[in-house]
Each structure stands twice: as structure tokens, then as C-alpha cells.
């Protein structure tokens, strides 16, 4: 993070998986194995041809999450593990995952110079349901949901921020 994001996606580190599909172009960035599922659009040429605009985005978020977690007296982190049931197969081990959320919880207070933040992890793996970490609350998807941010799982996500408060100054929302 001290190099804001700037060694991560870089074009020449990036590859297409081979498990690509109709829905979604799998990007692995080979320097950090970050994979991109949703930013390349499925029938685009290349990488190349679809880079500069990629490139953009990425940088304006980037911009856009050390602007507001310098500037915001709570924040809250949402990490969502797997897009779907399936995707359980392209994420690490749960050895790595209970080894780094406790690391991570410390990046984000270390990043945040406070305790003021919240980590909501949504995932399908029930293992990661045991672990206690402060201010960190771990949830379960359920793969029975049809749409994306509908019904059950639009449900479900207003049940998991449930409690969980923003100051009325700092809702803000930005399309990047």
C-alpha cells in the first residue's frame, strides 16, 4: 500500500485464465496472482485493447480509497470472497485465509491510524465462521441466490449491516 497500488495490474504482469467463461474474463495479474473476474469485459479482443480504459477506472479508485480513508472518521472494508459457489476452487486454502484476516485486520487500523474501521467478509466457506477477530464480522453466502443484489441476497446483505454505522457526514457515493 506504501506504493498505492501502483506495482498491482500492471499490463505486462497480465494473463487470461483458461477458465474464462461467457460470463466472465479471468485476468491473473502474475506479479501479485490478483485475479480480475469483472473489469475486462467478456468479449473483448484483448487485454490490450481493453486496458487503457481499465487502467482509468483503477487508478480513480485507487485515488478514490486513500482520498476517503484519510478524510473519514469510520470506514468500513467489505472483503467478498468467491462470486459464486464454484469460485471456491480459485480462492487460497482456509489455512491462508485464517493466517491473513488477522494480518489484514492490523494493515487496515495501521492504513486507517485508528481502531475506527470495521472488515465485513462475506464468504461460502463455513470454516471462517469460528474465527474471532475484533471488529471483523464474518458471514456466510448461501448459493441458493438467483440474481446479483436481489431478493435474497439483497436480504441478506441489509441483514449483515445490521449494526453497523456510518456517520451521516461520511455517506458518500462516488461512481467511479
Not at 501479485?32 to 469483472?38: A, N, P, R, V
Not at 485515488?63 to 464454484?86: C, G, K, S, W
Not at 475484533?134 to 449491516?161: C, D, N, Y
Request: hydrophobic letters at 35%.
Amino acid at each position: 500500500m506504501r506504493l498505492r497500488f501502483s506495482d498491482i495490474f500492471l499490463e505486462e504482469n497480465l494473463r487470461e485464465q483458461t477458465n474464462s467463461d461467457a460470463e466472465f474474463k479471468r485476468i491473473r495479474d502474475t506479479h501479485t496472482d490478483y485475479i480480475s473476474i469483472h473489469d475486462f469485459p467478456p468479449n473483448a479482443e484483448s487485454i490490450s485493447s481493453e486496458y487503457p480504459a481499465f487502467k482509468t477506472r483503477f487508478d480513480k479508485h485507487v485515488d478514490t480509497f486513500f482520498h476517503d480513508i484519510q478524510h473519514y472518521r469510520r470506514v468500513l472494508f467489505i472483503l467478498n470472497l468467491e462470486m459464486a459457489p464454484t469460485e471456491r476452487d480459485y480462492t487460497d486454502d482456509l489455512n491462508t485465509f485464517q493466517s491473513k484476516l488477522p494480518v489484514l485486520r492490523k494493515i487496515l487500523d495501521t492504513l486507517c491510524n485508528n481502531e475506527n474501521n470495521q472488515l465485513l467478509v462475506v464468504t461460502y466457506h463455513k470454516t471462517l465462521l469460528s474465527l474471532k477477530i475484533p471488529r471483523t464480522h464474518i458471514v456466510l453466502k448461501h448459493s441458493e441466490w438467483k440474481e446479483f443484489m436481489r431478493g435474497a441476497e439483497l436480504e441478506a446483505w441489509q441483514g449483515w449491516l445490521d449494526g453497523i454505522t456510518i456517520a451521516e457526514a461520511s455517506r458518500t457515493y462516488r461512481p467511479v
